[in-house]
């Protein structure tokens, strides 16, 4: 596939084969997503990949996310694809790995009554860190399409950021998402995209 291929065929994954990931395979996506870019080139990123016994645990971590997101879901949904997608945070899908991505946590205090220079001066590093981070998801789910995986970008997670951090004995980090990852056991239709979302300025 090229790459206008690999970026209209991604889709959010939700249920795997129970198939191991070779670290081999994994290493190689996770090694060509660091290429991403990062204001200042900093890489202020981590990954962590996680699987066997502390994956498990990890997902029981993960699984109480699903009750924060209920009450959204609810509105958003009918509820037999609410009990679909919480299923989902009890399970990860069954994927064999699970990819945290990290940045270094910054304190933020914003007032509404900043300028916007103002509040840049204060969020630059942090808006820097989780631009470059998302640069990094997103080479993550592309390079793993192309290699035969799924993937699921997740935010929702950060509901529970103090257990999963507990889980994995991590301090002084940010996470910016939960990422399953695997082979995937589902084809799930393309979703249609949402139109004007480009502006032409100064164009015949």
């Not at 900093?42 to 699987?51: K, L, M, P, S, T």
């Not at 645990?57 to 009918?78: D, Q």
């Not at 592309?142 to 995986?149: I, N």
Request: hydrophobic share 40%.
């Amino acid at each position: 596939m090229d790459i206008k291929e690999i970026v209209r065929q991604r889709r959010s994954i939700r249920k795997y084969e129970k198939r191991e990931i070779s670290r081999d395979v994994l290493n190689e996506v996770l090694e060509d997503a660091l290429w991403a870019p990062s204001g200042t080139n900093r890489q202020n990123w981590q990954i962590i990949a996680v699987r066997g016994e502390q994956r498990d645990k990890l997902v029981r971590a993960v699984a109480g996310a699903g009750e924060h997101m209920k009450p959204r879901l609810e509105k958003l949904f009918k509820e037999k694809m609410v009990r679909i997608t919480l299923q989902f945070f009890k399970d990860l899908g069954g994927a064999p790995v699970v990819l945290l991505i990290y940045i270094p946590k910054t304190a933020v205090d914003i007032r509404p009554d900043m300028s916007s220079t103002e509040r840049h001066y204060i969020e630059h590093q942090r808006f820097n860190n989780l631009s470059g981070a998302a640069a990094l998801i997103q080479n993550i789910l592309l390079l793993a399409k192309a290699k035969g995986l799924g993937t699921c970008w997740m935010t929702a997670p950060k509901y529970v950021e103090d257990e999963i951090n507990e889980v994995m004995g991590v301090e002084n980090q940010e996470l910016v998402a939960v990422v399953p990852i695997g082979y995937p056991d589902q084809d799930p239709p393309a979703p249609p995209r949402k139109g004007d979302k480009i502006r032409w300025v100064g164009f015949d």
